[in-house]
T-cell receptor, first 114, second 116 residues
Framework: QQQVKQSPQSLIVQKGGIPIINCAYENTAFDYFPWYQQFPGKGPALLIAIRPDVSEKKEGRFTISFNKSAKQFSLHIMDSQPGDSATYFCAASSSGGSQGNLIFGKGTKLSVKP | DGGITQSPKYLFRKEGQNVTLSCEQNLNHDAMYWYRQDPGQGLRLIYYSQIVNDFQKGDIAEGYSVSREKKESFPLTVTSAQKNPTAFYLC???????????????FGPGTRLTVL
């Protein structure tokens, strides 16, 4: 019940395409859903996060869609660029106590072809 | 210049040796974390600490040890008991689940450990 399932494992798109990465969870106590971007050999960087009181959040070319009833959330990258090629991780946590630890998906390696 | 620093960037160890990875933060964060990253495995939590002089085991604590004597520092020791220590190790910090409602974690640049 603590897992976050992320798909696909890898994704290749052409420049300008819209890659979509999906995550699903079971624990209804989760109330914070961040996405991290990681370039090879670097630490993950917080990209965007959503709370369950909204269904969508946009920051620049990155959008999170959230479906509370389906317990799913997705990352969309508009007008993708070769510089977006990285590994993306979704995560989830619940507020309060040790249950506040982040549970990470296994990651999606995105490659954007020029 | 605020952030999280990890050293060294690359570390080589012979089998049977203990080795200590450094993690320092100047963000005034209460909580600190150690993760291990292997290809295709995502990030797995080794240990975490929400306050000085206190820490808890994560999902894969066997073969590792930590200390938290100062708020800014959370070193990780990989002991000879860790059977497969070659991995990328990431340190993170957050304000704390007591002072902030959500666990917004910030990561350091990582240390790549290779056992020879």
């Amino acid at each position: 019940q603590q897992q976050v399932k992320q798909s696909p494992q890898s994704l290749i798109v052409q420049k300008g395409g819209i890659p979509i990465i999906n995550c699903a969870y079971e624990n209804t106590a989760f109330d914070y859903f961040p996405w991290y971007q990681q370039f090879p050999g670097k630490g993950p960087a917080l990209l965007i996060a959503i709370r369950p009181d909204v269904s969508e959040k946009k920051e620049g070319r990155f959008t999170i869609s959230f479906n509370k009833s389906a317990k799913q959330f997705s990352l969309h990258i508009m007008d993708s660029q070769p510089g977006d090629s990285a590994t993306y991780f979704c995560a989830a946590s619940s507020s309060g106590g040790s249950q506040g630890n982040l549970i990470f998906g296994k990651g999606t390696k995105l490659s954007v072809k020029p | 210049d605020g952030g999280i620093t990890q050293s060294p960037k690359y570390l080589f160890r012979k089998e049977g040796q203990n080795v200590t990875l450094s993690c320092e933060q100047n963000l005034n964060h209460d909580a600190m974390y150690w993760y291990r990253q292997d290809p295709g495995q995502g990030l797995r939590l080794i240990y975490y600490s929400q306050i000085v002089n206190d820490f808890q085991k994560g999902d894969i604590a066997e073969g590792y040890s930590v200390s938290r004597e100062k708020k800014e520092s959370f070193p990780l020791t990989v002991t000879s008991a860790q059977k497969n220590p070659t991995a990328f190790y990431l340190c993170a910090s957050s304000i704390s689940v007591g002072r902030a409602r959500y666990n917004e974690q910030f990561f350091g640049p990582g240390t790549r450990l290779t056992v020879l």
